[in-house]
């Protein structure tokens, strides 16, 4: 049996911060991770507003690229951007990023255990009990006073909303697959200063698909949707190769590597009313719905719920017992999300799920031309800080869905 006083299941960069926080002020941690090598599936792709950077304190040496523009295709054969001046943001190297910050919780003095996933977890008179299975098979026991679920969508110990009663919501979910490339140089210099995003039917149906820049000369090309039960959707495979083809010529696509594939589901609430905690088992990053449905962004709002909770569960663990520190959590990671998620959710919602045909594009096409005279950072605004309202009347009728 391994004691401990912090248990962190899962070292994504929810769980990866909550440890090193945890560490660096003293604590015993123990983070655990079920992949063996923290450079696997690393499906995100992980674009950041520039300011990201500093308010979470993340070196440049997680940082693939950093890009001033936004280039938005679509739908139809319609290009429209957005140049910036000078760097909007950055993409990161989320392999990177995820070993920087457990190699920071280790440099601190905490436990990690690669290749160790977490079966069960329960309360017990004197603290929890959780159980691992290693790699090789066996199992390892830990007991712990707190347990925390940084697991993702798949929610492994602390499990799904309940389906009924008051603090009921059920998940939307949306599946991404994107392929990390090597391309001619050329070929990345076309893309490398902005993100670029294919929207319309006749791209990817009820989502979207993207163009990251990574380290020269490499680029991330992605697609991803909503998934709607009530209609056949094709194999994410065939979008993405078909997108490709549109976007790069046939001698880039010759000359093209694929160094990478990988793939991902997101699931979450739209307005995360879902409960954060069941005892001193606590839900962090996308296990309470922080991956935002409107652009999948997910790395963001996972370090933020880690900087929410941090401060809380340090100042129970040093006056225990009670857990009403942490009882502020969900209202405080709501506060710290802003009153824009929910609208954001729903609009992600109805636009993705409703993005199938003619009637839907041209409903796009016209919010996207009522755009064109912003700039770079405005369009930021909206695409990052959910700023709908700076656009007042030109909006709203696409947000009730009169246009």
Same mark, same amino acid.
């Given at each position: 049996?391994?004691?401990?006083?912090?248990?962190?299941?899962?070292? #994504?960069?929810?769980?990866?911060?909550?440890? @090193?926080? %945890? =560490?660096? +002020?003293? *604590?015993?941690?123990? /983070?655990?991770?079920? $992949?063996?090598?923290?450079?696997?599936?690393?499906?995100?792709?992980?674009?950041?507003?520039?300011?990201?950077?500093?308010?979470?304190?993340?070196?440049?040496?997680?940082?693939?690229?950093?890009?001033?523009?936004?280039?938005?295709?679509?739908?139809?054969?319609?290009?429209?951007?957005?140049?910036?001046?000078?760097?909007?943001?950055?993409?990161?190297?989320?392999?990177?990023?995820?070993?920087?910050?457990?190699?920071?919780?280790?440099?601190? #003095?905490?436990?990690?255990?690669?290749?160790? @996933?977490? %079966? =069960?977890? +329960?309360? *017990?008179?004197?603290? /929890?009990?959780?159980? $691992?299975?290693?790699?090789?098979?066996?199992?390892?026991?830990?007991?712990?006073?707190?347990?925390?679920?940084?697991?993702?969508?798949?929610?492994?110990?602390?499990?799904?909303?309940?389906?009924?009663?008051?603090?009921?919501?059920?998940?939307?979910?949306?599946?991404?697959?994107?392929?990390?490339?090597?391309?001619?140089?050329?070929?990345?210099?076309?893309?490398?200063?902005?993100?670029?995003?294919?929207?319309?039917?006749?791209?990817?149906?009820?989502?979207?698909?993207?163009?990251?820049?990574?380290?020269?000369?490499?680029?991330?090309?992605?697609?991803?949707?909503?998934?709607?039960?009530?209609?056949?959707?094709?194999?994410?495979?065939?979008?993405?190769?078909?997108?490709?083809?549109?976007?790069?010529?046939?001698?880039?696509?010759?000359?093209?590597?694929?160094?990478?594939?990988?793939?991902?589901?997101?699931?979450?609430?739209?307005?995360?009313?879902?409960?954060?905690?069941?005892?001193?088992?606590?839900?962090?990053?996308?296990?309470?719905?922080?991956?935002?449905?409107?652009?999948?962004?997910?790395?963001?709002?996972?370090?933020?719920?880690?900087?929410?909770?941090?401060?809380?569960?340090?100042?129970?663990?040093?006056?225990?017992?009670?857990?009403?520190?942490?009882?502020?959590?969900?209202?405080?990671?709501?506060?710290?999300?802003?009153?824009?998620?929910?609208?954001?959710?729903?609009?992600?919602?109805?636009?993705?799920?409703?993005?199938?045909?003619?009637?839907?594009?041209?409903?796009?096409?016209?919010?996207?031309?009522?755009?064109?005279?912003?700039?770079?950072?405005?369009?930021?605004?909206?695409?990052?800080?959910?700023?709908?309202?700076?656009?007042?009347?030109?909006?709203?009728?696409?947000?009730?869905?009169?246009?």
């Amino acid at each position: 049996m391994v004691r401990c006083r912090v248990l962190v299941v899962g070292a #994504g960069p929810a769980g990866g911060d909550l440890a @090193r926080q %945890l =560490a660096a +002020h003293g *604590e015993d941690v123990v /983070l655990v991770e079920r $992949l063996p090598d923290l450079r696997r599936a690393a499906f995100s792709s992980a674009a950041l507003p520039l300011d990201a950077l500093d308010r979470f304190g993340l070196p440049a040496s997680v940082v693939a690229q950093r890009w001033s523009g936004w280039e938005l295709l679509g739908p139809g054969e319609a290009r429209r951007s957005w140049p910036g001046g000078r760097p909007q943001g950055v993409v990161l190297d989320f392999g990177a990023l995820r070993e920087w910050l457990v190699g920071e919780a280790q440099r601190w #003095g905490a436990r990690v255990w690669l290749g160790h @996933r977490a %079966l =069960a977890c +329960h309360q *017990e008179a004197d603290g /929890l009990h959780t159980v $691992l299975r290693r790699g090789d098979g066996g199992r390892l026991e830990v007991h712990s006073d707190w347990v925390i679920d940084a697991t993702g969508q798949e929610r492994s110990l602390l499990g799904d909303p309940p389906a009924g009663g008051p603090r009921a919501e059920s998940l939307v979910s949306g599946v991404g697959l994107e392929w990390l490339v090597q391309v001619p140089s050329a070929c990345w210099e076309r893309w490398s200063d902005r993100l670029a995003f294919c929207l319309g039917s006749d791209w990817v149906a009820q989502g979207y698909g993207w163009v990251f820049p990574m380290q020269a000369p490499r680029l991330k090309l992605g697609v991803c949707r909503l998934l709607d039960p009530s209609r056949d959707q094709p194999p994410l495979g065939g979008v993405l190769e078909r997108l490709i083809e549109r976007l790069l010529a046939p001698a880039e696509r010759q000359a093209m590597a694929v160094l990478d594939r990988h793939g991902g589901l997101i699931r979450s609430s739209i307005r995360r009313r879902e409960p954060h905690r069941r005892g001193r088992l606590v839900g962090l990053g996308d296990a309470v719905s922080t991956a935002n449905l409107l652009g999948g962004e997910g790395i963001r709002h996972a370090l933020m719920s880690s900087r929410v909770l941090a401060p809380l569960l340090l100042e129970e663990l040093r006056h225990p017992p009670g857990g009403s520190c942490v009882d502020r959590y969900p209202l405080e990671l709501r506060r710290a999300l802003g009153w824009r998620w929910s609208i954001s959710g729903r609009l992600a919602r109805r636009t993705w799920l409703g993005l199938q045909g003619s009637a839907a594009d041209q409903r796009l096409g016209a919010l996207l031309t009522s755009l064109e005279q912003e700039g770079a950072s405005a369009l930021s605004d909206l695409l990052f800080g959910y700023r709908f309202e700076r656009y007042g009347i030109r909006a709203l009728p696409y947000l009730l869905g009169l246009r």
